[in-house]
């Protein structure tokens, strides 16, 4: 099913997760481990993040480039497979413009349609190494906007490469939003502009970043909709238990957290009073939004359930 058919015919709240592929080398146990402890919670997809390898681009003497690979965290593309059949759940991939060229692109896209993955998240990625790539004639997506068009062409059946009785893929795309601007835009107008443009394109929903004010959120939805965005805007959520996130959270993401969360976190004695107050925060958060209205919540769980079930099994869901 597609994410926006679930978001608009959900009858009741829900909230979906965002896990993280295992390191290099490590098994996929790890994540059914991870799935078998929130699918109580019936969640109707999961999202799984991808990574780009950190490559780099060396000239030969010939005058040729190789390309070197230093690390990637490999298994989005077997993850989503894996969930959607092992746990009858839709898998959202996530795809990315930096590290992959456009043809490389096609090719995941091309097999997710193979294995009836039916929904893709559209995003930049982080900066990474990608040096002298246009050196070797592999054109890449630079924005998010240009993986968007990308995909809605072969929804359209247009391919990058000639490709004979080639169908039209239909894949739900989904964007990120950014309800404290994104860090390189020049304004909060101008990036939700931008956003706009993304939905032209093709988008169909949006999941945020994350955010610890739910005033960022709804105005943020008011301004969407006033540019003339209407689909549907899932929040994203992050808990914060840890002292040392007041600082890596705001240079990682541009997030604001706000003052009277921060003092508590500051004045915490212990690491388990930081995490009681994380969870109760991420609670009032989500709960304050389903009692305004909001009918989904994207977590960004990663690897660690525990205090996302604590965080659950306190909702009023259902």
Not at 29 to 54: C, G, M, N, Q
Not at 216 to 230: K, L, P, T, W, Y
Not at 266 to 279: D, L, P
Request: with cysteine.
């Amino acid at each position: 099913m597609k994410i926006n058919d679930i978001l608009n015919n959900a009858k009741d709240p829900f909230v979906s997760f965002e896990i993280i592929p295992p390191a290099r080398g490590r098994s996929a146990r790890e994540i059914y481990e991870i799935i078998d402890e929130l699918i109580e919670f019936k969640p109707p997809f999961i999202d799984v993040t991808s990574h780009a390898a950190d490559s780099y681009f060396v000239e030969e003497s010939n005058g040729t480039f190789t390309r070197h690979i230093k690390r990637k965290r490999p298994g989005t593309i077997g993850l989503c497979a894996a969930i959607k059949y092992r746990y009858k759940l839709e898998a959202v991939p996530h795809l990315l413009c930096q590290g992959f060229n456009k043809q490389e692109t096609e090719d995941a896209l091309i097999e997710l349609n193979y294995l009836g993955i039916d929904n893709v998240l559209a995003i930049r990625g982080d900066q990474v190494q990608h040096q002298k790539a246009h050196a070797i004639g592999r054109e890449a997506n630079e924005h998010a906007l240009d993986l968007v068009k990308q995909i809605s062409n072969m929804n359209r059946g247009k391919y990058q490469e000639d490709i004979l009785d080639a169908d039209e893929s239909d894949f739900c795309i989904g964007v990120g939003g950014y309800p404290e601007k994104h860090p390189d835009s020049p304004s909060k107008a101008a990036d939700i502009r931008y956003l706009k443009k993304k939905v032209d394109a093709g988008a169909q929903y949006i999941v945020t970043q994350m955010f610890f004010d739910n005033e960022d959120f709804f105005s943020f939805v008011d301004q969407c909709r006033a540019e003339g965005i209407n689909v549907p805007i899932i929040p994203g959520l992050k808990m914060i238990t840890r002292k040392t996130q007041l600082n890596s959270l705001p240079h990682a993401f541009s997030v604001n957290i706000p003052d009277d969360l921060v003092t508590a976190l500051e004045k915490a004695e212990s690491a388990r009073e930081r995490t009681a107050i994380g969870v109760e925060h991420a609670t009032k958060q989500c709960q304050d939004l389903l009692d305004r209205g909001v009918d989904s919540i994207h977590f960004y769980v990663m690897q660690d359930t525990r205090l996302v079930k604590q965080v659950m099994r306190s909702l009023k869901l259902g």
